[in-house]
């Protein structure tokens, strides 16, 4: 083998080692970025793991009002009737004009019971915000998932709003209370 050959076979040599070690070290910041990004999610989930823990108590607490306080339901036509019965009532002492009203099919699962009613009613705006208002009291179940509102025609100065009202039900057996799942 000639000089020249030598010269020309140790840097080809020294070129495919250092292509090598270009790939080779591609692959290994990936692999480094890889874990880091790991290593960042699990520190994520272990924050919030703690503050999680951290709350233990007042979840506790909200489970146990929960429990004390959800309403039970012991039929679902009487449920509905109730809903319905206590939004008119209030709705009158809004002065809200109710145009139409509808009952929904119960809804149940694991962890509550729902029944629904939607209603269309006529006032003023702040009257019907209000109104709505004072039925949203997290001690009265109710949540609205679905609304409405649009000006009246015939009276610009009221709003017709059509609001889906949903109140929710202890389930229909409640299996662990707050004080069995503290013990286990």
Known sequence: MKASERRLLTILTVLAAV???????????????????????????QMEARAM???????????TWLHAEQPGMTSENQASEELLEALLASAASHSLLVQKKQLHEPVSNAFHREVGVTLTVKGAL????????????????????????????????NVIATIHFSRLHAPAAVTARPEEVTQS
Request: charge should be neutral; hydrophobic fraction near 45%; aromatic fraction near 6%.
């Open 126 to 157: 702040p009257s019907v915000f209000r109104w709505m208002h004072a039925v949203l009291s997290p001690e009265s179940f109710c949540a609205v998932p679905q609304m409405k509102v649009v000006l009246d025609d015939s009276d610009p100065s």
């Open 53 to 63: 823990l951290a709350e233990a108590g007042l979840w506790q607490q909200r489970l």
């Open 19 to 45: 292509c090598g070690g270009a790939i080779l070290s591609q692959r290994l910041l990936r692999l480094q970025h890889a874990v880091e990004r790991r290593e960042q999610t699990l520190e994520l989930k």
